[in-house]
């Protein structure tokens, strides 16, 4: 209920405090995240607005640390702002800055109907996190909506559903606390409440937002698999934390559910790690338990050994294929190599005895090594059963490292990775080559047909590749961005300016026998550029 109205009327009262500070300045370090810090010249306090689709959200942190690489700078029409004030918007879930040139709303929509728009007086967008080029010129506006009341709602309509959906704006959690308060039974339809029933509902609601308004608690619930934050006492679910500050509320409910989504990718992860490693040792002990196949062997290389050897001295060599008889009438065919002796080849095969004997041997020994490494990995798989948060669950995977046999999904780096990677702004991503290989890796197997393909014009450099969603160009200001890291990471670096081509990658092809990192380009354009990392980032 993090971007529940309420509790955006109640942050938005917490931002206030924030009079006197002016922003110094406003970056992403993480997609779809954006950090505002704000200074009053003593200390800075952080906005943090986050818009991934699923932990949503607007809150103030009192410390944050810019991350030295990948950060870039947004928003510099507010950079140097004095703070005004702040207001959420009513009935919506919209709140906004009032600064002393500018105006900032911060829309929490959802997803990627989430945004922050900064406006001049007149609400026209002149800067945005997400899209701006989009936005520019347009009128910052509100559609206005009809939110029904609950009797407005159908007589089917079940009771909970309607008061959750109602311009009481509740919620599904708290319109089905509501409905545990005062009594009535939830998933009844509305029809067939009785007018005294609808007075008590009626009544209910309104005490029940009086509750929020004017008497908030600021707490943190815990549900099967995620927290809940909540401005009242919440009977269905066991209490986790109270908090004096909204933000600290809403700030440790975010990073209990992402640490939540990890800890059950991490423990997923571990869990097949110990299902793998324990059957890939009873496979291996149950196959040197199984000594009938080696025995065998070494008989049979034996007794083949044995028949070659009495094989006449003065007889044509056989060629590839001997058939002899054993004392026990039973024939054995013999493979033969026919550029050696028959005695050389029966010391081959005697050779084979050997070994498998060595094998089998050494089999004996190793039993017991094995047998009390599936010890340990049941152990693991105890104690494993027992872990209840990701911090717990590191320690484990350090100190298991030697049962974790197989390298964990964890551990794998994806594909960006592999690569240095910018964030450019407005959604886009350039990934850089960091040696000829890599170049090579880059474009001819992470580039997709559409993406865009960067390199500095006559001279050597990394290949630079833009991520796009659509085969369009982005902005021309993102282009060019793309194309000055290509040209920082040239031997151009040096130059005032860099002609830089880009073309599809689809017009990008390795031809055959080249060089690693060596490819032929057609229908590019050039564009010249200052070489120069993204405002932020670092080498």
Not at 387 to 410: G, R, Y
Request: net charge neutral; with cysteine; hydrophobic share 35%.
């Amino acid at each position: 209920m993090i971007r529940n109205y309420y509790t955006l009327l109640h942050l938005s009262n917490e931002i206030n405090n924030l009079s006197g500070y002016a922003v110094k300045e406003c970056w992403t370090q993480e997609s779809d995240s954006l950090v505002i810090e704000l200074s009053d010249t003593k200390t800075s306090k952080f906005l943090i607005f986050r818009s991934d689709g699923k932990h949503d959200a607007l809150f103030i942190r009192n410390q944050f640390a810019r991350a030295g690489k990948n950060s870039v700078s947004l928003l510099e029409e507010i950079t140097d702002e004095l703070f005004q004030s702040c207001e959420v918007f009513e009935k919506e879930r919209i709140i906004r800055i009032r600064f002393i040139n500018t105006l900032a709303y911060f829309v929490l929509f959802g997803g990627e109907n989430s945004n922050v728009f900064i406006t001049n007086s007149d609400d026209t967008i002149i800067d945005a996190f997400k899209n701006p080029s989009k936005h520019m010129g347009e009128k910052f506006t509100v559609e206005s909506r009809v939110i029904p009341s609950i009797n407005d709602f159908n007589s089917e309509t079940i009771t909970r559903k309607a008061v959750a959906a109602s311009d009481f704006l509740f919620g599904s959690i708290y319109a089905e606390e509501l409905m545990n308060n005062i009594g009535l039974n939830p998933d009844l339809p509305i029809g067939e409440l009785s007018g005294e029933d609808i007075d008590l509902l009626l009544d209910g609601c309104d005490k029940f937002r009086d509750k929020l308004i004017y008497d908030p608690v600021y707490m943190v619930y815990e549900d099967d698999d995620s927290y809940i934050f909540s401005l009242t006492s919440l009977t269905k679910y066991p209490l986790v934390k109270q908090f004096d500050s909204i933000s600290e509320a809403i700030g440790f409910a975010i990073s209990k559910n992402i640490s939540s989504g990890n800890f059950d990718k991490l423990s997923s992860d571990i869990k097949k790690a110990l299902e793998f490693s324990l059957s890939k040792n009873q496979k291996q002990l149950q196959s040197m338990r199984n000594d009938e196949n080696l025995l065998k062997s070494i008989k049979d290389y034996k007794t083949i050994g044995d028949l070659l050897m009495s094989y006449p001295e003065n007889a044509e060599h056989p060629g590839k294929l001997l058939e002899m008889e054993d004392e026990n009438g039973v024939v054995h065919k013999i493979k033969l190599e026919p550029k050696y002796s028959i005695y050389k080849n029966a010391t081959y095969y005697y050779q084979k005895s050997k070994s498998a004997e060595a094998e089998l041997n050494s089999r004996a020994k190793r039993i017991p090594s094995i047998e009390k490494k599936i010890e340990s990995i049941n152990q693991a798989i105890i104690e494993f059963g027992t872990i209840e948060n990701v911090k717990t669950l590191e320690k484990f995977k350090d100190k298991h490292k030697h049962i974790l046999s197989i390298k964990m999904e964890f551990e794998k780096k994806t594909p960006e990775d592999k690569y240095k990677r910018f964030e450019l702004g407005e959604g886009f991503t350039a990934f850089v080559g960091k040696n000829a290989s890599n170049n090579d890796e880059l474009t001819m197997r992470f580039a997709k047909p559409n993406d865009l393909w960067f390199h500095a014009r006559g001279t050597s450099g990394s290949h630079v590749v833009l991520k796009l969603n659509k085969p369009e160009k982005p902005p021309k200001h993102i282009l060019e961005k793309a194309a000055e890291l290509a040209a920082y990471y040239s031997g151009a670096r040096n130059a005032k300016y860099v002609p830089v081509i880009y073309t599809f990658k689809k017009f990008v092809r390795k031809p055959k026998g080249a060089n690693i990192g060596a490819v032929v380009v057609s229908k590019e354009e050039v564009i010249m550029v200052e070489p120069k990392l993204p405002v932020g980032a670092q080498d």
